[in-house]
Nanobody, 122 residues
Framework: QVQLVESGGGLVQPGGSLRLSCAASGFTFSAYAMRWYRQAPGKEREWVADINTIGSITNYEVSVKGRFTISRDNAKNTVYLQMNSLKPEDTARYYC???????????????WGQGTLVTVSS
């Protein structure tokens, strides 16, 4: 079964750092771009960063650019989000995402992890 499992969240003070991991299974990880999203209480889910299949191209939401770094290790089927200089407004549940093609139908399945909570105190 296709699965994404996030880990690495926790409580951190402003200015601190956290490294999130997302372990993928059930599909050919190296063939798909990966994304990170986040959702804060009372707000809609927003895109944070994405990375292409080989890790040569990355994109970031404006507010995290320069502070966050997305990377991947295809040998480990894992995508990471290194978060530095954390701010209270970064507090949210962080989700890993990919659109995976289902061979039997030729359609794409939107796959989400369960999320990992990041709390940055004031």
């Amino acid at each position: 079964q296709v699965q994404l499992v996030e880990s690495g969240g926790g409580l951190v003070q402003p200015g601190g750092s956290l490294r999130l991991s997302c372990a993928a299974s059930g599909f050919t990880f190296s063939a798909y771009a990966m994304r990170w999203y986040r959702q804060a209480p009372g707000k809609e889910r927003e895109w944070v960063a994405d990375i292409n299949t080989i890790g040569s191209i990355t994109n970031y939401e404006v507010s995290v650019k320069g502070r966050f770094t997305i990377s991947r290790d295809n040998a480990k089927n894992t995508v990471y989000l290194q978060m530095n200089s954390l701010k209270p407004e970064d507090t949210a549940r962080y989700y890993c995402y990919s659109a995976v093609r289902i061979p039997t139908t030729g359609r794409f399945l939107e796959v989400w992890g369960q999320g990992t909570l990041v709390t940055v105190s004031s």
